[in-house]
């Protein structure tokens, strides 16, 4: 069994940046591509980013592409999303994800792990 566990959400002025962590937890292996994703109420949930295991493939969302960066430390078994220039509707709440396919994927139903979630609110 794989445990995704997100922290680093909050509530932050337009303009401003925060750093979400993923820390991933397994007894047998570890996911090979993880990404981001983000939910608003009533929405469905959407891609923001994606890394693969070396770290050296991602993939961005347009709407956050050269606002927000994607990485991973494997001594920590962590992912990261950096988000900077934060808009009004970057407001969500972020998931993490990890899957066992070693491709780049971008899709929800792509992912066999889901964190629980972390809330992101950027005020005007």
């Known amino acids: 069994q794989v445990q995704l566990v997100e922290s680093g959400g909050g509530l932050v002025q337009a303009g401003g940046s925060l750093r979400l962590s993923c820390a991933t937890s397994?007894?047998?292996?570890?996911?090979?591509?993880m990404g981001w994703f983000r939910q608003t109420p009533g929405k469905e949930r959407e891609f923001v980013a994606a890394?693969?295991?070396?770290?050296?493939?991602?993939s961005y969302a347009d709407s956050v592409k050269g606002r927000f960066t994607i990485s991973r430390d494997h001594a920590k078994n962590t992912v990261y999303l950096q988000m900077n220039s934060l808009k009004p509707e970057d407001t969500a709440v972020y998931y993490c994800?990890?899957?066992?396919?070693?491709?780049?994927?971008?899709?929800?139903?792509?992912?066999?792990?889901w964190g629980q979630g972390t809330q992101v609110t950027v005020s005007s």
């Open positions: 994800a990890g899957t066992k396919d070693f491709a780049l994927r971008l899709g929800v139903q792509d992912y066999e792990y």
């Open positions: 397994g007894r047998t292996f570890s996911p090979a591509t």
């Open positions: 890394i693969n295991w070396s770290g050296g493939t991602t």
